[in-house]
């Protein structure tokens, strides 16, 4: 599925310019990590080749479930539930 970035909770758009601008991180020693994709939802590639970023969640008392994934290629993707779904995140119209 596809998710328009628009679409998304405000804090989305914010994680994407971040990881555009390489930081600052809310999460430094857990955003930039490696996703190791073990779910098998993304699509298959090398170990590494995925990183993952907290995408704040208000009134959480900690990182909260939404991530954005984001690949070697550019492409991103957004979870809500903590890996257990995801949709490639259309940035633009």
Known sequence: PLARLGDLPPEA????????????FPE?????GV????EELL???????YRE???PTPGSPDRGARRIIAGDGGELYWTADHYASFARIVVGS
């Open 13 to 24: 758009a914010r994680t994407v310019d971040l990881i555009e601008r390489g930081g600052p």
């Open 28 to 32: 430094p020693e857990h955003d930039g």
């Open 35 to 38: 996703f190791g994709n073990r």
């Open 43 to 49: 699509p298959d590639e090398d170990y590494g080749y």
């Open 53 to 55: 970023y907290t995408v």
